[in-house]
């Protein structure tokens, strides 16, 4: 049994995960607005997606019903490492000598070591019972390639994955990696797609960008049918396959007896911080618990604090269906901060509704001050986080300080989406002194919006 | 519940954690000579090995005492990470189309990816009590190097810690994750010791050895009264606090209601093995049961199956007392496998004298076998498995492909004693077709013997 006084760990038994992802549009007082066409700009019907995604996940990508049964064939892969663990992070408590109690979610467990294998097994899963043979992908520093790697690796499908040109050269790491589990991995620009020999032509050593990989990568999916398509985060069917994190969370904090006063989770395209708060803003919604919500985003990228709630496109070349979603103009290019995941100019279309709607709110944290609570962080509790979750590390070093202020004893809960064992080059820079933060004028944001096209 | 029919994970509860070490000394039936001090010949006493262990090591590396009680300061940390998880293997299992039940102890979960935390907290533990402030050690690749540097930082100690100048430059990233503990990393040879310093003199670009930084870290601990140095393997009171290992280990497979009928574990220095297979020999010579217990070493470092049952030296440069243990000869230089861990001339005394006594097998394993096991391992199971412990799985491949030749349900226990998240360049060579076994000749072993004493 769990002992709520002495515990560093929640466990749960595999005969105690969750069994359903939940879906919070069920749930919100307004619906979010839909997707539009790009060239109509009609709301966009299932057609529009089937090129790209098998039907069961386009279902899931529109559907209104509260809870999606999990697969049994997804749950057996699940159970290599989930449930996940929850944490009091004792140590860093009494470090910050805090009145509060700070609990973490570990999701650096899964084999790829970061929240991305909760969708990616899934992915790849209903790809599988459709027929499809291969998917396709983008990945930047390669924590989303791995996680697809890992997936298609237990359903015998093939993986193509196109690595930013930059990252490829720079992380033979990850790519590796990726290569263990049976992938094949391009540098992007490629000479495998017309648009990639097209840039190549003009520069043979160009540095790639995502917006060219996810272009890549898509061609090639519409280009054969046994192949389709897979994205990371931002979708709606993304996020839902991320509440398990926040589902089985509710059942660890329920073995303690807490409820959380606060609720913090780091913010790229948004799938860590809907997998960690949705099932809590659930129980929020319906009056059982008020926890104050909290997006925490970098400085150098902050696409709720700073960009617009308006229709733009999901990439850089303008390709996707329009989504309404807080964004800096999908033109931004990001300050190339270490947090490579949070390096999005737009935010999930879901997590934008509800923080228009005033369910959570949102602050950003330029990037030094994430790796000095990262450090505070490792040398307390060991693990050493990865780039992204240093921001809702910092963000909960500050909450547990301002509980020391108020005097209070605060429960917080944060998600620690990932571990930082091919990131390790950061902090390198961070020790040296030379890490930087990347500031961000007002005026480089408002050019940048001038890419978010104006609807009739 | 656990259930037998379905686990994949049978995890225990931190109040389930076992809370005293096994010393299988107390057990055996014939007591392991003792060390000799490195002149007179003489068994060595504890004042031998004073100026380098807290007195509490000490006593503990010649107890005869059954069960010593883990410290209460010693668990705290422990909960960490452990209890470990132990796995059964069914994807692999299906894979092989084997009717073996394969079931691994995985150490990886540990803040620095390995087992040796297990032991370097208790040594960090016991020299705080003892009012030391610092430790030096040595590390080759950086596994033990890392495991105390969060030790030290768990207890507010210094660590000084001295890695092969030729790994220090070449795997930048483990410097950086000691750093991140707070560890001060030298590269070695160094000019901060007499030493370092004479052989700097002679090659400014001399690429350092595992004797050579041992030679540092003890100089600098002797040197220094609140200064101790710590060793990551080999010893007895090292081999005790991996016990650990194998007592999580039995409560788990009772919890399935299984017994082994084989258990492999990788040997370099015997910590690995002996941490997993103590307990387990314990429960064979009481007659509760009778595994097949088998030592898996690299094909290039057969200390067990080719080297010579001698007193030896531990180091290089003949300083340390002189230990009975199977011994390629303290010259012996082992080829540059990429199980780092696994290239030493020795080993422990304690699995030595076991072996002695037939009371467990050995055999050696080529390293492309190794990597082979380790992808068909990370495929179907996930993790991605140290180049140390991909020899307890090849090992544990030919166990459950043997059972399917005999068509025998057999139950294989073995450990993977880390992950291989910063090895990755081992499988980028593998996975090139570049990785050749390293054939180590009858003739190198029988000119390294000469280096072994010749005894009164």
Same mark, same amino acid.
């Given at each position: 049994m769990v002992n709520p006084e002495t515990a560093s760990k929640i466990l749960?038994?595999?005969?105690?995960?969750?069994?359903?992802?939940?879906? *919070?549009?069920?749930?919100?007082?307004?619906?979010?607005?839909?997707?539009?066409?790009?060239?109509?700009?009609?709301?966009?019907?299932?057609?529009?997606?089937?090129?790209?995604?098998?039907?069961?996940?386009?279902?899931?990508?529109?559907?209104?019903?509260?809870? #999606?049964?999990?697969?049994?064939?997804?749950?057996?892969?699940?159970?290599?490492?989930?449930?996940?663990p929850l944490y009091r992070a004792r140590?860093?408590?009494?470090?910050?000598? !805090?009145?509060?109690k700070?609990y973490?979610?570990?999701? +650096?467990?899964?084999?790829?070591?970061?929240?991305?294998?909760?969708?990616?097994?899934?992915?790849?899963?209903?790809? /599988?019972?459709?027929? *499809?043979?291969?998917?396709?992908?983008?990945? +930047?520093?390669?924590?989303?390639?791995?996680?697809?790697?890992?997936?298609?690796?237990?359903?015998?499908?093939?993986?193509?994955?196109?690595?930013?040109?930059?990252?490829?050269?720079?992380?033979?790491?990850?790519?590796?990696?990726?290569?263990?589990?049976?992938?094949?991995?391009?540098?992007?620009?490629?000479?495998? !797609?017309?648009?990639?020999?097209? %840039? %190549?032509?003009?520069?043979?050593?160009?540095?790639?960008?995502?917006?060219?990989?996810?272009?890549?990568?898509?061609?090639?999916?519409?280009?054969?049918?046994?192949?389709?398509?897979?994205?990371?985060?931002?979708?709606?069917?993304?996020?839902?396959?991320?509440?398990?994190?926040?589902?089985?969370? &509710?059942?660890q904090l329920?073995k303690v007896g807490d409820?959380?006063?606060? &609720?913090?989770?780091?913010? +790229?395209?948004?799938?860590?911080?809907?997998?960690?708060?949705?099932?809590?803003?659930?129980?929020? %919604?319906?009056?059982?618990?008020?926890?104050? *919500?909290?997006?925490?985003?970098?400085?150098?990228?902050?696409?709720?604090?700073?960009?617009?709630?308006?229709?733009?496109?999901?990439? !850089?070349?303008?390709?996707?269906?329009?989504?309404?979603?807080?964004?800096?103009?999908?033109?931004?290019?990001?300050?190339?901060?270490?947090?490579?995941?949070?390096?999005?100019?737009?935010?999930?279309?879901?997590?934008? /509704?509800?923080?228009?709607?005033? &369910?959570?709110?949102? #602050?950003?944290?330029?990037?030094?001050?994430?790796?000095?609570?990262?450090?505070?962080?490792?040398?307390?509790?060991?693990?050493?986080?990865?780039?992204?979750?240093?921001?809702?590390?910092?963000?909960?070093?500050?909450?547990? %300080?301002?509980?020391?202020?108020?005097?209070?004893?605060?429960?917080?809960?944060?998600?620690?989406?990932?571990?930082?064992?091919?990131?390790?080059?950061?902090?390198?820079?961070?020790?040296?002194?030379?890490?930087?933060?990347?500031?961000?004028?007002?005026?480089?944001?408002?050019?940048?919006?001038?890419?978010?096209?104006?609807? +009739?």
């Open positions: 749960l038994d595999e005969s105690e995960m969750p069994t359903q992802w939940y879906n *919070i549009v069920a749930d919100l007082p307004v619906p979010p607005p839909p997707a539009l066409h790009p060239m109509t700009h009609e709301p966009a019907g299932p057609e529009d997606f089937a090129p790209l995604f098998p039907m069961a996940l386009i279902e899931q990508e529109v559907s209104t019903k509260r809870y #999606i049964d999990i697969p049994g064939g997804v749950l057996d892969v699940y159970k290599l490492w989930r449930p996940s140590r860093l408590e009494k470090l910050l000598d !805090t009145p509060a700070i973490y979610k570990y999701e +650096g467990v899964s084999p790829s070591g970061s929240h991305k294998t909760n969708t990616s097994v899934p992915q790849a899963y209903y790809n /599988h019972q459709e027929g *499809i043979t291969k998917l396709t992908t983008e990945t +930047g520093a390669g924590q989303w390639g791995s996680a697809l790697a890992f997936a298609t690796a237990q359903y015998g499908m093939e993986c193509e994955v196109w690595q930013v040109a930059a990252s490829h050269r720079a992380k033979p790491y990850r790519r590796t990696m990726m290569e263990i589990w049976g992938a094949s991995v391009h540098a992007s620009p490629s000479e495998l !797609t017309e648009f990639g020999r097209q %840039l %190549l032509a003009e520069n043979p050593d160009h540095p790639g960008s995502l917006g060219i990989a996810i272009s890549e990568a898509v061609s090639e999916a519409v280009a054969d049918p046994k192949t389709r398509y897979a994205l990371g985060s931002v979708l709606n069917h993304v996020l839902l396959h991320q509440t398990i994190i926040g589902e089985e969370a &509710l059942l329920a409820v959380p006063d606060v &609720l913090v989770g780091c913010t +790229g395209g948004g799938s860590n911080f809907g997998g960690l708060a949705f099932p809590f803003l659930r129980e929020k %919604l319906a009056g059982k618990m008020n926890p104050t *919500i909290r997006c925490v985003e970098p400085a150098a990228c902050p696409s709720l604090t700073k960009g617009e709630y308006r229709y733009d496109f999901g990439d !850089t070349a303008g390709l996707t269906p329009l989504m309404k979603m807080h964004t800096l103009g999908h033109d931004f290019v990001p300050e190339p901060i270490h947090a490579g995941g949070l390096r999005y100019h737009g935010m999930s279309p879901l997590v934008s /509704h509800i923080y228009d709607q005033g &369910l959570v709110e949102a #602050i950003s944290i330029p990037q030094t001050e994430c790796f000095a609570g990262a450090i505070q962080f490792a040398r307390a509790e060991g693990i050493v986080p990865a780039p992204e979750p240093t921001h809702a590390i910092a963000a909960a070093v500050r909450e547990a %300080l301002a509980a020391k202020e108020a005097g209070e004893e605060r429960v917080i809960l944060t998600a620690l989406c990932g571990h930082g064992h091919l990131d390790l080059a950061s902090y390198e820079t961070y020790l040296a002194g030379t890490m930087t933060d990347l500031d961000l004028s007002d005026d480089a944001i408002a050019e940048a919006m001038k890419s978010v096209p104006v609807l +009739g």
